[in-house]
């Protein structure tokens, strides 16, 4: 599909705004036609991004947005394809899909946006969750440790592999445009939290 402006489904005080911001900007620095490029996502508070950005996009099932996108750019690899997701999706139910997909190492870029926690379904804990805190689905505590993105997807031999933090527009946009001129598989782990639930 392409650009579609439904109108804006985030809470309107959500900091996933800044990511759209540096996505749009590291495309249009790089001089990336609109026709050339399509954004793939799953099912999250933010998926509906891509709609919002004016590049082709697909909004696919939870989870299956990582090998959705490896089919676009196998069936035509002159595009330049971004998976969005986030944390609960990537590192929980998408966690194989992530693995296996950087030791295929096709030449996608996979942003995921870590918020730790379930933020559309209300403040789950997620893989990336710090233990001991309290959320709906750990009324006592966390009690499992968190996941470290990069460590686990650098053993799957991915070969760029970034943290960033929400809050720098300028090192996101940059960070996203070296993963695009990245010829295989690239990771972006963005560390963003979620201003609608309270503060662990
Ligand atoms: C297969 C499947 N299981 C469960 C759900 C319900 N569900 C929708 S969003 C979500 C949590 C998503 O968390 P995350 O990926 O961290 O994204 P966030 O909401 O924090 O942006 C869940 C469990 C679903 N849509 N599909
Ligand atoms: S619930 Fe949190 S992460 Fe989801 S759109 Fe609202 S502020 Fe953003
Ligand atoms: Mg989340």
Not at 128 to 150: A, C, D, M, R
């Amino acid at each position: 599909m392409r650009h579609n402006t439904n109108k804006i489904q985030r809470c309107p005080w959500c900091w996933n705004y800044l990511v759209h911001i540096a996505i749009k900007q590291a495309l249009t620095e790089l001089e990336i036609p609109l026709k050339d490029t399509v954004i793939v996502t799953g099912i999250w508070c933010n998926s509906k991004m891509s709609q919002y950005l004016e590049w082709y996009w697909a909004e696919t099932l939870h989870w299956r947005g990582i090998p959705f996108a490896i089919w676009v750019k196998l069936a035509n690899p002159k595009l330049t394809v971004i998976s969005l997701s986030w944390d609960w999706d990537t590192y929980w139910i998408w966690i194989g899909h992530l693995i296996h997909a950087a030791r295929r190492n096709i030449q996608i870029l996979h942003i995921t946006c870590d918020n730790e926690n379930y933020a559309l379904t209300t403040w789950q804990a997620s893989a990336t969750t710090p233990l001991g805190v309290k959320t709906k689905s750990t009324p006592e505590w966390n009690s499992l440790p968190p996941l470290h993105p990069i460590n686990l997807v650098e053993t799957a031999w991915c070969s760029f592999v970034k943290s960033v933090q929400w809050n720098d527009l300028k090192l996101m946009k940059d960070t996203i445009k070296d993963a695009l001129q990245h010829q295989w598989f690239s990771h972006i782990n963005i560390q963003q939290a979620c201003p609608s639930r309270k503060r662990w």
